[in-house]
């Protein structure tokens, strides 16, 4: 069991350490880095444990270098990962069912939601940055963001059905664009952008 301070059952630092160890892409690291951002922020918003929901945006795609594409594990062996580990259960199955279509699940709670819409807007505001003059987040306005969900050629592999799963915790889209970019913004260092 990795030491931690918390409930959750691995620190921050510990995920961190986690993740490098099983992914080497640079780009997966800083969509994880971004999917972590984002989550705080919602965990700030709804008073949820910004750890807890901090960690799972970090490491939701933990297993992605070993499962590749292969919607039919992908989730779940991270899930087991961390239940080797001795991270608690509610990290586990929010993971998992950030793959919920892939692995015959279903997404219920606002956790496993905000997950969901939280590491898919990731894609779609930087490669929003990516088309702005200067490639920095910096210039990203939250409603050019929202503006280019309408565009189903932009960022296709974007999934807008899930990033739309903002609204089932009552977050309108806007507002969600705005809190993204936000959050993507605080650590555009980190994320090269």
């Known amino acids: 069991m990795m030491s931690s301070g918390n409930n959750i059952g691995i620190t921050r630092d510990e995920a961190l350490s986690l993740l490098k160890e099983h992914i080497k892409n640079e780009r997966t690291i800083s969509h994880c880095l971004a999917s972590e951002a984002i989550m705080r922020a919602l965990a700030r918003r709804f008073s949820q444990d910004e750890d807890l929901w901090g960690i799972a945006g970090l490491l939701h795609d933990l297993d992605y270098e070993i499962v590749h594409e292969d919607e039919y594990t992908h989730g779940k062996v991270a899930a087991e990962m961390l239940g080797e580990k001795g991270c608690c259960e509610a990290l586990s199955d929010v993971i998992a069912k950030h793959n919920a279509e892939g692995l015959g699940l279903e997404r219920t709670t606002q956790f496993e939601h905000a997950l969901t819409c939280a590491e898919s807007i990731t894609g779609l505001i930087t490669a929003t940055a990516l088309v702005q003059p200067d490639k920095k987040l910096s210039s990203v306005k939250p409603k050019s963001v929202k503006k280019r969900m309408k565009q189903t050629a932009f960022a296709r592999a974007v999934s807008r059905e899930r990033v739309l799963e903002c ?27």
């Open 167 to 193: 609204e089932n915790i009552g977050v309108p889209i806007a507002e969600f664009c705005a809190l993204g970019v936000e959050a993507m913004q605080e650590i555009a260092e980190d994320l090269g952008l």
